[in-house]
């Protein structure tokens, strides 16, 4: 916790380093940045999102957890 976050292009204590690819279910030697403040949604990477989650309102982050959770399903083959 406690990571650099570029979408509010500051130290945020809700983003956090792994590298866990959620597309694969595996953990990979790519290391990515997760928000640990977004829920219902298969893929938390910081790279999905538009805008800080901390910022969308609620029917922002329910289109973009459905928007994300179909490309996951996709990109799994489901």
Known sequence: MFDYCK???SICPMATKDT???IQKTYLWEK???CGAMTGCMDTRVDN???CWLDM???QRSK???RINELIKLKRGE
Do not use: M
Request: charged content about 40%.
């Open 7 to 9: 979408i509010k292009k």
């Open 20 to 22: 866990y690819d959620p």
């Open 32 to 34: 990515h940045t997760f």
């Open 49 to 51: 999102l538009d805008k």
């Open 57 to 59: 309102k609620t029917g």
């Open 64 to 66: 973009h957890n459905k």
